[in-house]
């Protein structure tokens, strides 16, 4: 099953539209530098919430590079959720120079 992806410079531009940004690492990633706005919900409790990702318009996945992301979006639109994955993942987003946030800011 073909997923969609995109660029964090896509990305930057979505969420400034509203999107939803979902971060399936574990605690400890997130809390060493996520994106701002991203929600937490690591990937093995994917199935479990999948409720948390319904709702208007696609919802974004990211990771660390891409890879999780990649599953829990082919394992979303195996249940009729459009999601999509940022390329590259967190540490393209780093990369790029944007801000991130660390901790618990």
């Given at each position: 099953?073909?997923?969609?992806?995109?660029?964090?410079?896509?990305?930057?531009?979505?969420?400034?539209?509203?999107?939803?940004?979902?971060?399936?690492?574990?605690?400890?990633?997130?809390?060493?530098?996520?994106?701002?706005?991203?929600?937490?919900?690591?990937?093995?409790t994917v199935?479990?919430?999948?409720?948390?990702?319904?709702?208007?318009?696609?919802?974004?996945?990211?990771?660390?590079?891409?890879?999780?992301?990649?599953?829990?979006?082919?394992?979303?639109?195996?249940?009729?959720?459009?999601?999509?994955?940022?390329?590259?993942?967190?540490?393209?987003?780093?990369?790029?120079?944007?801000?991130?946030?660390?901790?618990?800011?």
């Amino acid at each position: 099953m073909a997923i969609t992806e995109i660029s964090v410079d896509e990305l930057d531009e979505r969420l400034a539209e509203g999107a939803r940004l979902v971060d399936v690492r574990q605690p400890y990633e997130f809390e060493e530098a996520r994106v701002s706005g991203a929600v937490l919900l690591p990937l093995a409790t994917v199935p479990d919430n999948i409720d948390a990702f319904r709702g208007e318009g696609p919802v974004f996945i990211i990771c660390k590079t891409g890879a999780r992301s990649a599953r829990a979006c082919e394992f979303l639109a195996s249940h009729g959720i459009e999601a999509v994955n940022v390329a590259g993942g967190t540490l393209a987003w780093i990369r790029s120079g944007r801000d991130y946030l660390s901790g618990n800011e």
